[in-house]
Nanobody, 119 residues
Framework: QVQLVESGGGLVQAGDSLRLSCAASGRTFSSHTLGWFRQAPGKEREFVAGINWSDSGTMYADSVKGRFTVSRDAAKNTVYLEINNLKPEDTAVYYC????????????WGQGTQVTVSS
């Protein structure tokens, strides 16, 4: 059974940087994409970034390009999301999720990690 465990969230100030981690276990991920999503209070969950496990190809929402960087450590089965120049509007619960290359559905989700940015 796939498990995704996020960590690294917290209370930070505007302008700070933060690195979130998503530790993945329970299967091999060679044909999967690990994605990061966020959900702010009162808003829908939105995709922010993703990385293909096999070739480390990355993808980003337009709203976060230039400030967010997604990467992976294959040896640790861990995906990271680095957020620079944090803004109050980045306040949200951040989730990682998994989908296979052959599917458009994100089938496995972590429990989320809270990021709160104070101005």
């Amino acid at each position: 059974q796939v498990q995704l465990v996020e960590s690294g969230g917290g209370l930070v100030q505007a302008g700070d940087s933060l690195r979130l981690s998503c530790a993945a276990s329970g299967r091999t991920f060679s044909s999967h994409t690990l994605g990061w999503f966020r959900q702010a209070p009162g808003k829908e969950r939105e995709f922010v970034a993703g990385i293909n496990w096999s070739d480390s190809g990355t993808m980003y929402a337009d709203s976060v390009k230039g400030r967010f960087t997604v990467s992976r450590d294959a040896a640790k089965n861990t995906v990271y999301l680095e957020i620079n120049n944090l803004k109050p509007e980045d306040t949200a619960v951040y989730y990682c999720a998994l989908r296979s290359y052959s599917s458009s559905q994100w089938n496995s989700w972590g429990q989320g990690t809270q990021v709160t940015v104070s101005s």
